[in-house]
């Protein structure tokens, strides 16, 4: 997985409780993303970093914030989880010097139960 | 503008066979278009991708077809293989910050 970890991998919460989930990388990438993953709908932008706190809002960032104070670690956080918050949360990295599209290369998922 | 849509949404070949998977896009700014794979409790891996300056892409069996005044694309998997078996998702991008907008994916399953 491109020396990408994620934590936790499984999470079990209630509604109304905040959730952080942290995306490491280990090879100094500068882009950094997350996506949630649904049946029926592929995976869907949340929020993305473009440098050390450089963020930007995704397609779908309501109820989302993130932080990114170091290359590494990219974190996520639900402030109020909601069950429609309930999905698999994928961290992805990029490294591309100009131009369009290179490889985004996705970690292992956390999967989110909001109960 | 912003959606990619993928069809079908499952498919299921014999082994030797050619799986063909399909997707469209309407925003003509997309300029960089990945296929990616995912096998159950993994992430998705870059599997090809091609740009819209050439029509066709081999990467070993996988080829992608591209059909720029259409804004679809394809992949076709030859001699498909049980270890084919897998979620295969289209995408497309364009500069900047390289954002992916994904299809919904189609499970494909080879049977031996």
């Known amino acids: 997985d491109a020396g990408i970890t994620q934590s936790p991998r499984h999470k079990v919460t209630e509604t109304g409780t905040p959730v952080t989930l942290r995306c490491h990388q280990t090879e100094n990438h500068r882009y950094m993303y997350w996506y949630r993953q649904d049946p029926g709908h592929g995976l869907r932008l949340i929020h993305y970093?473009?440098?050390?706190?450089?963020?930007d809002k995704g397609e779908v960032s309501d109820g989302y914030s993130v932080s990114r104070s170091k290359t590494e670690d990219f974190l996520l956080t639900l402030e109020s989880a909601t069950s429609s918050q309930t999905s698999v949360y994928f961290c992805a990295i990029s490294d591309h010097s100009g131009g369009a599209g290179e490889t985004q290369y996705f970690g292992p998922g956390t999967r989110l139960l909001v109960l | 503008q912003q959606q990619v849509k993928q069809s079908p949404q499952s498919l299921i070949v014999q082994k030797g066979g050619i799986p063909i998977i399909n997707c469209a896009y309407e925003n003509t700014a997309f300029d960089y278009f990945p296929w990616y794979q995912q096998f159950p409790g993994k992430g998705p891996a870059l599997l090809i991708a091609i740009r819209p300056d050439v029509s066709e892409k081999k990467e070993g069996r996988f080829t992608i077809s591209f059909n720029k005044s259409a804004k679809q694309f394809s992949l076709h998997i030859m001699d498909s293989q049980p270890g084919d078996s897998a979620t295969y998702f289209c995408?497309?991008?364009?500069?900047?910050?390289?954002?992916?907008?994904f299809g919904a994916g189609t499970r494909l399953a080879v049977h031996p």
């Open positions: 995408a497309a991008g364009r500069g900047g910050y390289n954002k992916l907008i």
């Open positions: 970093s473009y440098g050390v706190k450089d963020t």
